[in-house]
Each structure stands twice: as structure tokens, then as C-alpha cells.
């Protein structure tokens, strides 16, 4: 009876301590996921956090620009909206997201000590995307035609084309400045890419005061100010690159002309699957063109999508440091650790999405003031507000999910 007894406590002990296992083995687990969230968060933002600021300091020159023509008339404001968002942009998004193939090639190139491959990479990227900038040229030289057959009006049409003209120069500076963002991305010296994006904003609005209200050169002056400070990017990102990436610059090379057409394949592809979404909103400022009083459709619309861009920096900032991640983990054999960055990333860049999409709301009737001062332009933002909200938070993910595909398609390269 005494065993009996005795094995009865024991199962009694052990009863009464399952209850408490199990709640210390929840809490251990629950201590284990804040603890990985938390790397996982801190990985993350070392990339984010550097390209976040860069990407809005270079977006914020455009918003510069687009401001100052803005308080020149009407007019003014819908030919630099037009041919800074729909011309421009509409390579942009194309350069962009070619450029975009340097971060799992970079990447994978760094982790495996091959440094001399990024500089290498680089160049090929160089070669490809100015090659591209030729082939887009039409879109430049013949935009006042294009935006005619769009239903432009005739004055924004012909002030668009002229605009576009001046911002050739601009174009050809996204075949070299990407690469470079890129290149140094991936070694993650993003702090370098923040300090040079500060000094190109801060020579943007000193020109674009110069241009256009002291020398009084109009919205051509705004163009020619934008050219400059974009240039400003990519010799000072390129003089951080000689200066201080001695291991992954080596100087120019003749292996760089070597592997270009699968180094152009991947480049397309990464190319389609940014740009495409990006296309759309050119789309329906060019369609605008159709509507009563186009002029103040053209300005409403153009502000609307200048701040669906300026925030949709942080998705791309995502963009690529999900990118970047998954490539890191997949790299080391660690697909739950890609399948968790990418959780962490699209869960951060919606919560983010969020904010901004209550800011517009509560500001709804003020925030066009940036760009304007025309009743009629400041109705009709107002108007498309709740709209404009909606799709940043809807454009919180997508990006993000495109870096996750851009860092696995590269991986299995």
C-alpha cells in the first residue's frame, strides 16, 4: 500500500507541475520570438532605415521642383507634374527595377569574398541601363506629340514637351546612380547613400531658388535644377566609391562587357516587376487629359500621385532590404529565416502604410498647399483624399513582396 501511496503522490507531484512546464515553456518561447523579432527587425533596419531617408531625400528634390513650378500658375505646375511624373516616370520605374538585379548578384558575390565581382557587376549594370536610357529617348523628344495623342491640352502638351526635353540629362543620371545605391546596398554602407542624398536636396532647392525665382527662368529653370542635383548624386556616390571601397572597386574592367545578355535577361525581369504597377498611375494622369477643365484634372491628379510617390519610397525602401534579406538567408540554407524576414518586412512596411494613410485623412483639405494655392486644384485634391489614402495602404505590400521574389529569382541564378 506505501508504493501505492507513494506512486499516487508522485503522479499527484507531477500533475501539478505540468500546468507550470508548460507555462514557462510558453513564455521561453514567447521571450524567443520577441528576441527574434527584435534581430530580425534590427537586420532589417540597417538597410531600410539608410534607404528610407535616401529614397525620400532624392524623391522630396522632385517634390522641390514640382512646388516651386506650382507657384508659377496652372499651367506651369501640370507641364513639370506631366513630364516629371508620366515621361520620367515612366522610366524610372523601369531603370529602377532593372537596377534592382545588382542586389542579389551584389549580395551573393559579398558573402562569398568575391569582392572584385561587385565592382564587376556595377559596370555591367552601367552598360545595360545606359544602353536602355538611348532606347527610351523617344519618349523624351517626342513627348508633346505623345501627350496630344493621349488628350492632353494643347498648352500643357507643348509646355510638357519642352520640359521634358530639359530633363534628358536627368534620365541618363538613373543609369549610373542606381547601380551605385545598389552597389553599396549590398555591403550595407547605407549611411554613405543618406549623407550624399542630403547634400543633393539641399542643391536642389538652392538651384531651384536660383533658376526660378532669381533668375527667373521658369519651369525650364526648375528642370535644369533637378538635372543638376541628380548629377550631384552620382559623382558624390561615385567618389565615396573610389575613396572608400577599395576591396569591391578596382577600377574599370573589360570583364564587365562579358555575360551582358544574361546580365540583361535578369535586368528585364526585375525591371517588369516593379515598373508595372508603377506604370498604372502614369496611365491615369495621362488620362485625365479627357476629363472637363483638364488643366486643374492634370494638377489634382499629379499632386495626389507626387504624394502617393514621396511615401512609396518607404515600400521601395523595403523593397530592397527585403530583398537583400532573403537573399542573405537563402544564401546560408535558411528558408525559415527568409520566410520570417519576409513576414517581418511586409508586417512593418503595412503598419507604416497605415500611419501615413490616417495622416491623409486628417489632412485631407491642407496638404496640396505644398504644391498650390488655385480653389479649384485644392477642391478637387480634396476630393481624391480618401482615395489617395487607401492606395498608399494598399502599395505598403506589393513592393515588399516583389524585393522577397527579386531576392529568391536571384538566388536561384
Known amino acids: 500500500m506505501g508504493s501505492i501511496d507513494r506512486e499516487q503522490d508522485g503522479n499527484d507531484l507531477n500533475q501539478s507541475l505540468l500546468p507550470k512546464q508548460e507555462e514557462n515553456d510558453q513564455t521561453r518561447e514567447k521571450g524567443d520570438f520577441s528576441n527574434k523579432l527584435w534581430i530580425e527587425t534590427k537586420k532589417l533596419w540597417f538597410i531600410v532605415g539608410p534607404s528610407i531617408f535616401s529614397r525620400v531625400a532624392a524623391f522630396t528634390m522632385n517634390v ?15 507641364s513639370i507634374s506631366i513630364a516629371n511624373t508620366v515621361i520620367v516616370g515612366f522610366n524610372f520605374g523601369l531603370l529602377l527595377g532593372m537596377a534592382s538585379a545588382l542586389e542579389t548578384l551584389c549580395g551573393q558575390a559579398f558573402g562569398a ?24 529617348l523617344p519618349f523624351y523628344v517626342f513627348a508633346t506629340p505623345i501627350l496630344k495623342l493621349f488628350g492632353q491640352p494643347e498648352d500643357v502638351a507643348e509646355e510638357s514637351g519642352i520640359v521634358a526635353l530639359w530633363l534628358i540629362p536627368l534620365h541618363f543620371s538613373f543609369a549610373f546612380q542606381f547601380p551605385l545605391q545598389r552597389f ?24 531651384s531658388w536660383l533658376f526660378v525665382f532669381v533668375w527667373d527662368f521658369g519651369v525650364v529653370g526648375a528642370a535644369i ?35 551582358l545578355w544574361e546580365f540583361l535577361k535578369l535586368s528585364i525581369a526585375s525591371g517588369i516587376m516593379l515598373c508595372l504597377e508603377n506604370w498604372y498611375y502614369r496611365i491615369l494622369i495621362l488620362m485625365t487629359g479627357h476629363l472637363k477643365n483638364a488643366t486643374v484634372a492634370v494638377d489634382a491628379l499629379s499632386i495626389c500621385m507626387t504624394i502617393n510617390g514621396w511615401e512609396m519610397m518607404i515600400p521601395l525602401a523595403f523593397f530592397a532590404g527585403a530583398g537583400v534579406r532573403v537573399a542573405n538567408e537563402l544564401g546560408s540554407g535558411n528558408g525559415e529565416g527568409a520566410k520570417f524576414a519576409t513576414l517581418v518586412s511586409v508586417l512593418e512596411s503595412t503598419a507604416i502604410g497605415l500611419f501615413f494613410c490616417v495622416i491623409i485623412m486628417i489632412f485631407h483639405n491642407q496638404f496640396a498647399y ?44
Open 370 to 413: 505644398i504644391f498650390t494655392t488655385s480653389t479649384d486644384v485644392l477642391e478637387s485634391v480634396d476630393d481624391m483624399a480618401f482615395l489617395l489614402a487607401v492606395t498608399i495602404l494598399l502599395n505598403s505590400v506589393q513592393p515588399v513582396l516583389s524585393g522577397v521574389a527579386v531576392g529568391r529569382d536571384g538566388k536561384s541564378r
Open 113 to 136: 569574398k568575391r569582392y572584385h565581382m561587385l565592382g564587376i557587376y556595377m559596370q555591367r549594370s552601367w552598360i545595360v541601363l545606359f544602353f536602355c536610357c538611348f532606347l527610351l
Open 225 to 259: 535644377a533637378l538635372d543638376i542635383s541628380w548629377w550631384v548624386l552620382v559623382f558624390g556616390l561615385y567618389g565615396y566609391v573610389v575613396y572608400a571601397c577599395p576591396l569591391t572597386w578596382t577600377g574599370f574592367s573589360i570583364e564587365a562587357f562579358s555575360g
Open 64 to 78: 522641390v521642383t514640382q512646388a516651386f513650378a506650382g507657384h508659377l500658375g496652372d499651367v506651369q505646375l501640370a
Open 184 to 207: 553599396l546596398q549590398c555591403q550595407l554602407k547605407t549611411p554613405a547613400i543618406a549623407w550624399v542624398s542630403v547634400l543633393g536636396l539641399i542643391v536642389n532647392v538652392l538651384t
